[in-house]
């Protein structure tokens, strides 16, 4: 049975960081894409950040850009979103997700073809 596990999340003042990680058991996805969404109260979930199987091609949301950073360590089956200068809009359930066939691009744009999902995990920013 393929997991993913996020972890990480929590409450921070404006301007502060937190790092997530998603840790994937039952499967590797070494040879594919890995990333975050996130859902905000009352709103659609949206993209935040992907990154290749090789940890070499990075997208992210407009909104993230310069602010947030995605890695990954494939020994460790993990994907990490290091979050700088939060801002209170930052605020959602964050969502890891993998899969083994999609461009970015379409990890990006086709949320609904991705394999696999973890359960999420609160981030909320006061001001």
């Known amino acids: 049975q393929v997991q993913l596990v996020e972890s990480g999340g929590g409450l921070v003042q404006a301007g502060g960081s937190l790092r997530l990680s998603c840790a994937a058991s039952?499967?590797?996805?070494?040879?594919?894409?890995m990333g975050w969404f996130r859902q905000a109260p009352g709103k659609e979930r949206e993209f935040v950040a992907v990154?290749?199987?090789?940890?070499?091609?990075?997208h992210y949301a407009d909104s993230v850009k310069g602010r947030f950073t995605i890695s990954r360590d494939n020994a460790k089956n993990t994907v990490y979103l290091q979050m700088n200068n939060l801002k209170p809009e930052d605020t959602a359930v964050y969502y890891c997700?993998?899969?083994?066939?999609?461009?970015?691009?379409?990890?990006?744009?086709?949320?609904?073809?991705?394999?696999?999902w973890g359960q999420g995990t609160q981030v909320t920013v006061s001001s």
């Open positions: 997700a993998a899969d083994q066939g999609l461009s970015l691009s379409g990890f990006r744009l086709r949320q609904g073809l991705i394999g696999y």
């Open positions: 039952g499967r590797t996805f070494s040879s594919g894409a």
């Open positions: 990154v290749s199987w090789n940890g070499v091609s990075t």
